[in-house]
């Protein structure tokens, strides 16, 4: 296994096959320059178009990337949800789930998961869970 599947594992609900699925779909994190290509490699992208200075979001995700990726970051944001309810990303698709359809807050969600994936990979640092704040 490598060490970039290492590393994918350290987030809480990652097993082996996703951590290795998703290092082989990304074939070298060094091909994407930013979070945002890399979000638009898993197809999780929502496509926009710019005129007079204002951007206007059309339709949803382009889905243009590895339907299987997709489906293990989706198993792991709500993986995240039941089981670790105090880490940011469980946090954050909760925050989303209240103002969003279920579907549509796991999609944000897995977004956010991918930018920490590349982050992740990119400075070759495990997952670290924001500690929570003392009242």
Same mark, same amino acid.
């Given at each position: 296994?490598?060490? @970039?599947?290492? !590393?994918?594992? /350290?987030? +809480?609900?990652?097993?082996?096959?996703?951590?290795? /699925? %998703?290092?082989?779909?990304? =074939?070298?994190?060094?091909?994407?320059?930013?979070?945002?290509? !890399?979000?638009? #490699? #898993?197809?999780?992208?929502?496509?926009?178009?710019?005129?007079?200075?204002?951007?206007?979001? %059309?339709?949803?995700?382009?889905?243009?990337? @590895?339907? &299987?990726?997709?489906?293990? !970051? $989706?198993?792991?944001?709500? *993986?995240?949800?039941?089981?670790? +309810? =105090?880490? =940011? &990303?469980? *946090? #954050?698709y909760r925050k989303k789930a209240d103002v969003m359809p279920h579907w549509k807050a796991v999609t944000a969600a897995m977004?956010? !998961?991918?930018?920490?994936?590349?982050?992740? &990979?990119?400075?070759? *640092?495990?997952?670290?869970?924001?500690?929570? $704040? *003392? $009242?």
């Open positions: 296994m490598s060490e @970039d599947a290492r !590393l994918l594992m /350290t987030i +809480k609900g990652v097993s082996a096959l996703t951590a290795v /699925t %998703i290092v082989t779909a990304i =074939d070298g994190i060094y091909r994407f320059e930013t979070p945002e290509s !890399l979000v638009s #490699f #898993f197809g999780l992208a929502v496509p926009h178009k710019e005129s007079a200075g204002k951007k206007v979001k %059309i339709g949803v995700i382009t889905k243009e990337g @590895d339907p &299987l990726v997709r489906k293990y !970051l $989706a198993n792991v944001v709500m *993986q995240q949800n039941m089981w670790c +309810k =105090d880490s =940011d &990303l469980s *946090q #954050f977004r956010k !998961l991918t930018c920490i994936i590349w982050a992740m &990979l990119t400075k070759k *640092q495990a997952y670290r869970l924001r500690p929570v $704040a *003392q $009242a």
